[in-house]
């Protein structure tokens, strides 16, 4: 694998926050690294260009997604999965990161969803529009933009269920689309998509990170500032042991993105408005709702989650919630009746992109 490139800055604010036996003193640990955590962010230069797009809405069963704080008797939700492009200075110039890149073939073989269309015959897409709705690409999103594939640097996921990442970054058989970017991983999630045990394996592609070459990407063993600051990946397990979060300094402040909650209901369910969530919240005492379909770490993922919202702090648009910005956002759908999140985020964009290609072509 690559050495870390100079663009990557350890963080060392959260080291030593989860080392007590004690969960309780575990989680004050990691609540109070935060608040620190994040007065240094905020202090420091905002990105230069921010913009996600929608790409997809995905069923999603409701048990995992709301766990046992909703009390709709409903199968599934759907979450909208987005792409996140992001720019930052760094001391060579403008890069770009782009975050949840999604190929929807290859996400269509995870094997979760497999089994969801045997009813609908199978096939390489294999959902009917009504279930999965196709809202956009990748590429379409960077053409749309100005930008070319070439411009990208950097992509990452908060974890990698449904993620395969041979389109983007190529393997053994075919370039990949983005020739100059490499992903940022932890190195717990590289290995557990490499090579997971079946309640893993049903969330991975089976071949999804078969055949990339080790040049393409960057194993990450900490928290990492990108460039001058104004994005950082923070390690988050708990969704997956190798979960991280998306940190970014915008003009609402800061986002913070993963998948360890699919709502602004889910890290202040107290406000929510979905039924049964507030009083599971009230009933319980938790903080926050998980997304759970694997459980590989819930304490984890709860400490996780804390750490989240108060990197976050509130958001300016709705005080009552926490700028926790999900990659794959719980959304109102005609199979999903009488459930929509309370707050939604919707697509955001800040700044103006810059192109290295057209820059350099002019």
Sequence with gaps: MPETPADLRPLRHLRGTRDALSPTARLAAVRDAARVL???LLAGPKVTFYRSFDLALVPYPRRYALRDACLLPLPFVHILNRLFVIQFATADGIKT???EPLDRHGSAQTPFFHRLAAPFGGSRAPLPSIL???LGDVEGALEQIGLAPEDVDYITYDHLHTQDVRRWLGDATQPGVLPNARLLVTREEWAIARDPVPPQAEWYPKDGTKGVPDARVILLDEDVALGDGAVALIRTPG???GNHSIVAHTDDGLLVTSENGVAADCYAPLASKIPGVARFARQTGMEV???GNTLEGSTEQYLSMILEKELAGRCPQSRDFYNVYPSSELSAHPLSP??????R???RSYGTPWSRTAAAAA
Excluded: D, I, Q, Y
Aim: charged residues 10%; glycine residues 8%; aromatic residues 12%.
């Design 38 to 40: 994040r007065a240094e």
């Design 97 to 99: 990161l782009l975050a």
């Design 132 to 134: 999965w709705p196709p």
């Design 239 to 241: 969704h997956t042991v």
């Design 289 to 291: 709702v998980m997304n």
């Design 338 to 343: 009488g459930l929509s999140p309370t707050f």
């Design 345 to 347: 985020f919707g697509e």
